[in-house]
Nanobody
Framework: EVQLVESGGGLVQAGGSLRLSCVQS????????IGWFRQAPGKEREHIYC????????YYADSMKGRIAISNSLAKNTQYLQMNSLKPEDTAVYYC?????????????????WGQGTQVTVSS
């Protein structure tokens, strides 16, 4: 069974940076099969980043383009989400997930596993 554990969230001032980690266990680490999402209070979950298995393109949330970077440590089975120039509207619970992503990071039913999430709060 795949398990994902996020960490690295916290409270940061606007303009600051955070690096979130997503550690995977229970399956072979495939950095192409990990995506990032977030959910703010009262809002629907939205994707931040994934790679589509349908067309091979990387999908980024328009709201975060140019402010995020993805990196991986294969030795640690970990993917990192570096977020810069954070804004108060970036406040949300951030999740990593693994599965078969289609365009716009739609996950094929039955293929998804999720972490517990990590809270990111950006103060103005």
């Amino acid at each position: 069974e795949v398990q994902l554990v996020e960490s690295g969230g916290g409270l940061v001032q606007a303009g600051g940076s955070l690096r979130l980690s997503c550690v995977q266990s229970g399956a072979t680490f495939d950095d192409l099969a990990i995506g990032w999402f977030r959910q703010a209070p009262g809002k629907e979950r939205e994707h931040i980043y994934c790679i589509s298995r349908t067309d091979g393109h990387s999908y980024y949330a328009d709201s975060m383009k140019g402010r995020i970077a993805i990196s991986n440590s294969l030795a640690k089975n970990t993917q990192y989400l570096q977020m810069n120039s954070l804004k108060p509207e970036d406040t949300a619970v951030y999740y990593c997930a693994t599965g078969l992503f289609g365009n716009n990071c739609v996950i094929a039913a039955g293929t998804d596993s999720w972490g517990q999430g990590t809270q990111v709060t950006v103060s103005s």
